[in-house]
């Protein structure tokens, strides 16, 4: 069913509209800078662009190209550059997968480990920065889809946004590819080096680099997940922000290795001997289609491997156990995640999702508790089979696994909860032809804090609300606490404390639990 793999606002507007979006010399300290659309790094200068309220510094590479004998190793440092870099455009993308790419192959490149800055103007303020982590299931999407100049100018924030080895070249874990315990994980080895990138950069654009917060949705929430427990991210970051993350979609490594063994023989490379040598040789082109590790239901997803030396445990136990990184978090799910999926399928496979597919749907998805989940969400509750399944793997899969790491995080550190309740919330037109509703679904709350091109307008109180969660993820940023001006406070978690973000008004609620069901949930996994 392949419903990871659709998680970002605008990879729908592409699938559906065919969108596309396409400082002189240093200045004496305390003094602005000469010009300030240049920049000058430790490896080189970089010319962005200017706009009154923000500047962008665009396409800079974080780490050396990850290709020839560098493809499937840690990413090392970017070589510096003579003269001036222009920093005006994003770099190409990363391979994606060719079976839900919506621009089919085009502007990507092996070579792709870049970043995009995005400022506030420039001042003697070391402002606070959010690295920005973007979802596609660890097979789709760039940094360059998330325009944050929002953030930049009302929140007054830095804003990095970056790219990451995806699919096979990111995450292949094949034995032969390095040390016993040591292979896969190149995606999120790219993450860190982009995080440690920051710490050794940022100042130069106005960035404080003692105040970061990492923070990604979908499969960039799951990586945010993986920092906090990671060794190689300690001391990278000083908050987190993880949005609509299944943590738990995590591949064992035995499991990763044995597919890799077969994906390698399935591209011509059978031999353990010689396989990191002919992978490595192998045509960038070659390795476009996806190594599938864990299955959810009829899906099956690629991504970071536990029981590695990057990422020893998951981050779900991990957190559970007491293990992940003390910093504050702001954490949240969409109260209808899972309807965008069902919609996906329904427009572009035809499922029409009758009753009598019912048991099958839930079967694939919940296994030998299919029986259970179908009681506890019958088709007549709902007034369809598409609503009912999309209920039940909303709650079973995002709003109660959030729930729980709420629940074990907020034991050692403080925790912010909400849930994007705006079920008229925009959406390309075909969604809105669908015969249900697709409500406050994944991804649609990316369109409230990133101008993200081809979106419909929204209303006024729509927009009232857009500029409050830029408010308060900002002030989360800047202060750990989020915060924005006459919107509601913001309770920490506490006892199941959430902020329901609503344009007719968000309000904090303690039924949350209750609503998705995590009682059941939990019970089913104990």
């Known amino acids: 069913m392949h419903w990871m793999r659709a998680l970002t606002w605008l990879t729908v507007a592409v699938l559906l509209s065919a969108c596309v979006r396409g400082e002189g010399p240093t200045a004496p300290s305390g003094a602005p800078p000469a010009d300030p659309a240049v920049v000058h790094t430790a490896s080189g200068a970089l010319r962005g662009t200017v706009a009154a309220d923000h500047r962008l510094f665009a396409g800079i590479p974080y780490a050396a190209p990850p290709v020839g004998p560098l493809r499937f190793r840690p990413p090392e440092a970017a070589p510096a550059w003579q003269g001036e870099r222009q920093a ?31 400022t506030p103007p420039v001042s003697d303020e070391k402002r606070p920065v959010m690295v920005w982590i973007h979802g596609g299931a660890f097979v789709n999407g760039s940094g360059a889809i998330y325009d944050a100049r929002w953030l930049a100018a009302r929140g007054d924030i830095v ?51 003692h105040r970061v917060t990492v923070a990604g949705e979908s499969a960039g929430g799951m990586s945010v997940c993986d920092h906090l427990v990671a060794p190689g991210s300690a001391g990278l970051f000083q908050a987190a922000i993880i949005q ?39 045509p ?148 809105r032809t669908l015969p249900f509703p697709v409500g406050a679904s994944h991804s649609l709350e990316l369109r409230y804090l990133f101008d993200v091109g081809g979106a419909p307008p929204l209303s006024p109180e729509q927009q009232t609300l ?34 329901s973000l609503q344009p007719d008004g968000s309000r904090v609620t303690t039924g949350f639990a209750e609503e998705h069901e995590c009682a059941f949930w939990s019970g089913l996994r104990h």
């Not at 990363?94 to 192959?105: M, V």
């Not at 969409?334 to 749907?361: K, M």
């Open 159 to 209: 804003v990095v946004s970056i790219n990451y080895r995806l699919g096979t070249v990111g995450f292949l874990a094949h034995p032969a590819l390095g040390a016993p315990g040591d292979v896969g994980n190149y995606g999120l080895a790219d993450q860190q080096a982009a995080l440690r990138w920051v710490r050794d950069h940022i100042a130069d654009f106005g960035g404080d680099p």
């Open 244 to 282: 609509s993350a299944p943590c738990q979609a995590q591949a064992p490594l035995p499991v990763a290795e044995q597919r890799s063994l077969d994906y390698a023989a399935g591209v011509g490379c059978p031999d353990p001997a010689t396989a990191a040598a002919c992978l490595r040789a192998l």
């Open 88 to 118: 005006t455009r994003s770099g190409p993308r990363c391979l994606q997968d060719p079976g839900s790419d919506p621009e089919f192959g085009r502007q990507t490149d092996e070579d792709c480990l870049t970043l995009d800055i995005w």
């Open 466 to 499: 857009s500029e409050a969660m830029i408010d308060y993820w900002s002030a989360f940023v800047t202060e750990g606490v989020p915060s924005a001006g006459d919107a509601p406070d913001w309770p920490q978690f506490g006892d199941g404390s959430y902020l």
């Open 284 to 431: 960038a082109d070659k390795l476009r289609k996806p190594v599938w590790f864990v299955g959810i239901g009829a899906d099956d997803l690629t991504g970071p491997v536990t029981g590695t030396a990057a990422l020893p445990v998951d981050p779900v136990r991990a957190i559970a156990d007491g293990k992940a990184a003390r910093v504050p978090v702001m954490i949240g799910t969409n109260r209808d995640e899972f309807t965008l999926f069902v919609a996906l399928r329904y427009l572009q496979q035809g499922d029409r999702y009758t009753p009598d597919q019912y048991p099958g749907l839930l079967a694939d998805t919940f296994g030998p508790d299919a029986a259970q989940v179908a009681a506890r969400y019958p088709i007549d509750r709902y007034g369809s089979v598409a609503l009912a399944y999309s209920a039940a793997v909303t709650d079973g899969e995002f709003a109660c696994v959030a729930d729980r790491m709420a629940a074990d995080l907020a034991r050692d550190t403080p925790v912010y909860a909400y849930e994007f309740n705006d079920r008229q919330a925009p959406t390309p037109e075909p969604l």
